[in-house]
């Protein structure tokens, strides 16, 4: 049973920067891929970034490429978010979610919120224009 644990989010000015944070334990953590996902109220949860078990290897939705970096360190067994050029539409809850490795990495599945067994309770992202 892997736990996560965000920390990191806040309130910030349109074009400002945040570093989220991800700690994880209970498990062996480079068994597993690493995501961030968020919800805005009224909005269906969605995926913003994932990272491969050894970190070689990320993905992006379109909406924050250029402008978010996910990395992680199995060392310390954390994965963060660094999120740079923030505009309002990033405001929401931030999740980090654990998925094993038989997931077929950059498939399709990479991004469903399906694929993750483990979530974190989320921390709050609020950007003011």
């Known amino acids: 049973q892997v736990q996560l644990v965000e920390s990191g989010g806040g309130l910030v000015q349109a074009g400002g920067s945040l570093r989220l944070s991800c700690a994880a334990s209970?498990?062996?953590?480079?068994?597993?891929?690493m995501g961030w996902f968020r919800q805005a109220p009224g909005k269906e949860r969605e995926f913003v970034a994932a990272?491969?078990?050894?970190?070689?290897?990320?993905i992006y939705a379109d909406s924050v490429k250029g402008r978010f970096t996910i990395s992680r360190d199995n060392a310390k067994n954390t994965v963060a978010l660094q999120m740079n050029s923030l505009k309002s539409e990033d405001t929401a809850v931030y999740y980090c979610?654990?998925?094993?490795?038989?997931?077929?990495?950059?498939?399709?599945?990479?991004?469903?919120?399906?694929?993750?067994?483990?979530w974190g309770q989320g921390t709050q992202v609020t950007v003011s224009s």
């Open positions: 979610a654990a998925a094993p490795l038989s997931v077929d990495w950059g498939s399709r599945l990479t991004a469903r919120t399906g694929t993750y067994n483990y």
């Open positions: 209970g498990g062996t953590f480079s068994y597993y891929h």
């Open positions: 990272i491969s078990w050894g970190g070689r290897s990320t």
